[in-house]
């Protein structure tokens, strides 16, 4: 009976009765999308494990903020993506790494490294500058590597429009970067 409710359905009923059966379809229905998601951006099977708990946990309790604006599996996707783009960004600044004292260490010039990093904050610019169900297109096609009709089943939408949404959002970022932004 549950697995037939709609996910909007299914967080009424868990906020209405605080039954947590409820939730646990909800889980059940998005647990191994979120964690492919965590292990695209970690590369790592712990980490991504890890994440995961950690979004469904933030999801759960911030049910009564989801206000339907958009399908839940957007809002979730958005969570676990930004949430993992957090904990990465939080490890990064504070990776160390010993060095060895014996080890004579050549010295590059930073010009790719800096270069790089501007990519990035140009790609990170560019993310931010787009709506959420734009970002998460853009990720389904290019970071789960799904298919247009693949897109359109889960976006319960036509082949042709989630064509012409991947375009125009492609074209809406050349234009605020330029024509080779990255």
Not at 2 to 18: C, S, V, Y
């Amino acid at each position: 009976m549950k697995h037939l409710l709609k996910d909007e359905e299914l967080i009424q009923m868990h906020l209405n009765t605080h039954q947590n059966d409820y939730f646990e379809t909800l889980y059940k229905r998005y647990v191994t999308k979120v964690y492919r998601r965590c292990l695209s951006l970690t590369k790592d099977s712990a980490k991504a494990e890890d994440y995961t708990h950690d979004i469904f946990l933030r999801v759960h309790g911030n049910l009564t903020k989801f206000q339907e604006k958009s399908a839940f599996s957007t809002w979730l996707y958005s969570i676990s993506y930004n949430y993992c783009m957090d904990q990465i960004r939080q490890s990064n600044r504070n990776s160390t790494v010993a060095l060895d004292e014996d080890q004579d260490y050549i010295w590059t010039d930073s010009t790719d490294q800096d270069n790089k990093e501007f990519q990035l904050q140009q790609l990170d610019k560019a993310m931010g500058a787009i709506s959420a169900e734009e970002l998460l297109m853009l990720r389904m096609k290019y970071e789960d590597n799904l298919d247009i009709k693949e897109i359109a089943e889960q976006l319960n939408l036509k082949n042709s429009a989630v064509k012409m949404r991947l375009k125009r959002t492609r074209d809406k970022i050349r234009r605020m970067y330029g024509d080779d932004p990255f």
